[in-house]
């Protein structure tokens, strides 16, 4: 029923009108409610770790083969290059001096393989876009998938020294472009360098001969068993002379407030209190993207290559994420996921028959795999972007173990610093003066880093689609 006027059959009004009321009535007003605010739920789940001085050191046993790296491939003149420095990055190459190594880049083919051919392996080659599967066969004359391989991976590194190649036969998965080295351009590197040959072969027979654990550290000697008087090894637990060091990173930005809106409209809402927590706000779903994202700390950067792999079929799968489980095995804490993987990955359970279980977390189900939970952040991107609407698109899932203690993903910050906001440990505001126009300037800093303690402590599902649908029909 709508509210109506009461009026006399005259037209006189027989009580004071609502509009009139209203100006003497008080408002209830609202805080001020913004659409670009996440749970954040990486940020509160991950330990925070104090530093001092703005860095953090982590010290590892010393490795005595270094692990593959992954290279970034870019264009030139609309076709696939690669950058020599980029090969100077590569462990067995690292002794070769940038002259050989321009040389190496640029005489490097592209050869293209469309899906299911077999791709040889008898060359140099590094995978410039697709994706290349090694595969064997099993005991019981099954077709076993052994590993993948991505843009950015590379094989057949003993053909530059004139050894067979033992790589394990290659099938393209996708349509696949390769860049590689012939037996001539082998040839005429040899004869333009010397030792050529000799560095390569000297960093090849180093690994083969190392004496390393399967993680690729120094060893440390021991003996078992009770039987005799064996002569018991001496050893020693090396350290990395270089350990890598994390530097804490900064967002900032200068709040602006007129000291009229502070003095006057102030109540019942404190305005600079206001402006300050949205301005957080902000700066926080910043930090959690920079976390996940930032170029040379965020996780998907730190990801190490032997902890990457891609989904078998574009879709997260189960098969995919118990992969994922097996590379980081040792107390795997949770996943995380943008919202469409999550829901695509529900869609595979579902058309399987294995919808999975839920756990309560921050006061809501989440769903969980194998017991771990799977939490959502908008922040890992599809296709590059952070939004939730798109259709279709590629991303990734993480998948962490976390703590200082168990070698896992930590946060680190530094707390106590002047002028620190209560309650936000790292995030600074000081006051920089009133302009001639009295508005109140405010500069606000958040100092944070991220630092994976271990290889084994991040792994990340590459290649996962998110617009793959069922007909159940």
């Not at 769903?367 to 599809?382: A, F, H, Q």
Request: charged share 20%; with cysteine.
């Amino acid at each position: 029923m709508v509210a109506t006027e009461p009026v006399l059959t005259n037209g006189a009004r027989q009580s004071v009108s609502i509009e009139a009321a209203r100006n003497l009535a008080t408002t209830t007003k609202s805080r001020v409610q913004q659409l670009g605010v996440t749970p954040r739920y990486l940020l509160n789940l991950m330990p925070w770790v104090g530093v001092e001085a703005g860095a953090f050191r982590v010290n590892q046993r010393k490795v005595l083969i270094p692990e593959a790296v992954r290279l970034r491939m870019g264009t030139l003149d609309g076709s696939m290059a690669l950058d020599p420095m980029e090969l100077g990055r590569v462990p067995f190459l690292r002794d070769l001096d940038d002259t050989t190594l321009e040389a190496m880049a640029t005489r490097m083919t592209v050869e293209t393989f469309d899906p299911g051919q077999t791709v040889p392996a008898d060359r140099f080659s590094i995978v410039a876009s697709g994706q290349l599967e090694a595969r064997a066969t099993g005991m019981h004359g099954e077709n076993l998938r052994l590993a993948s391989m991505t843009s950015g991976d590379y094989f057949g590194e003993q053909a530059l020294v004139g050894q067979n190649v033992t790589t394990p036969a290659l099938a393209a998965a996708t349509p696949v472009s390769l860049l590689r080295l012939s037996s001539a351009d082998v040839d005429y590197l040899q004869k333009q360098g010397s030792d050529f040959n000799d560095r390569i072969a000297f960093r090849l027979t180093e690994r083969a001969a190392s004496r390393a654990n399967e993680w690729g550290e120094a060893p440390i000697d021991l003996e078992s068993g009770h039987w005799g008087e064996p002569e018991l090894p001496r050893t020693l637990v090396d350290y990395q002379e270089f350990p890598k060091e994390y530097s804490l990173e900064a967002i900032q930005t200068i709040l602006r407030v007129h000291t009229r809106v502070t003095d006057i409209y102030n109540s019942p809402i404190d305005q600079l209190r206001e402006q300050m927590g949205l301005t957080i706000s902000a700066m926080r779903e910043r930090q959690e993207w920079e976390v996940i994202n930032h170029p040379t700390v965020g996780l998907l950067a730190q990801a190490a290559p032997s902890m990457r792999m891609r989904t078998r079929v574009g879709p997260p799968t189960p098969d995919d994420m118990d992969d994922l489980i097996s590379r980081v095995w040792k107390k795997p804490c949770y996943f995380l996921a943008h919202p469409r993987a999550i829901a695509a990955f529900g869609r595979e359970c579902t058309s399987r028959g294995v919808p999975p279980a839920t756990t309560s977390m921050f006061g809501q189900a989440m769903l969980t795999w194998r017991g771990i939970p799977i939490v959502p952040s908008d922040k890992l991107e599809v296709n590059g972007r952070s939004r939730t609407d798109q259709a279709a698109g590629m991303t990734s899932i993480l998948l962490m173990r976390t703590g200082e203690t168990d070698g896992g993903v930590i946060g680190l910050h530094q707390a106590g610093l002047p002028d620190e906001i209560e309650g936000v440990p790292s995030m600074s505001v000081k006051f920089m003066g009133i302009n001639t126009k009295a508005v109140a300037a405010y500069l606000m800093s958040l100092y944070f880093s991220v630092a994976v303690m271990t290889d084994d402590a991040l792994g990340v599902l590459e290649g996962v689609e998110v617009g793959r649908y069922h007909d159940y029909e």
